[in-house]
Nanobody, 127 residues
Framework: QVPLVESGGSLVQSGESLNLTCTVS????????IGWFRQAPGRAREGVSC????????YTADSVKGRFTISGDNAKNTVFLQMNSLKPEDTAVYFC????????????????????WGQGTLVIVSS
């Protein structure tokens, strides 16, 4: 079973919204944090947001704070990334990943803290 699967990416116009979904294996959310990352062409992977349903800890990058909201549903084994007021600079492949541990740091989000990754979903924001 694939541990994480992203969906919801699309082509949208600036100012519009998208809701990305990360579907995980059963019981994952009790024991692991889930992070959302993105990678734009020619740029390094960037941590966007993190959620731990087991501990209640979260992280959101300054670049998306106030526009993106992470949430989860343990019963449905899903984590969502609600993205509002999208900008062209949000264009990227978005990945969700399973943390080695249960916690999200409130100060940073590093991809080296995550051990399993989805295949990514493409978000394109046109101006």
């Amino acid at each position: 079973q694939v541990p994480l699967v992203e969906s919801g990416g699309s082509l949208v116009q600036s100012g519009e919204s998208l809701n990305l979904t990360c579907t995980v294996s059963p019981d994952t959310l009790n024991y692991h944090s889930i992070g959302w990352f993105r990678q734009a062409p020619g740029r390094a992977r960037e941590g966007v947001s993190c959620l731990s349903l087991g501990t209640g800890s979260t992280y959101t990058a300054d670049s998306v704070k106030g526009r993106f909201t992470i949430s989860g549903d343990n019963a449905k084994n899903t984590v969502f990334l609600q993205m509002n007021s999208l900008k062209p600079e949000d264009t990227a492949v978005y990945f969700c990943a399973r943390g080695f541990g249960r916690w999200c740091s409130s100060r940073y989000l590093m991809d080296t803290d995550f051990g399993a990754w989805g295949q990514g979903t493409l978000v394109i924001v046109s101006s």
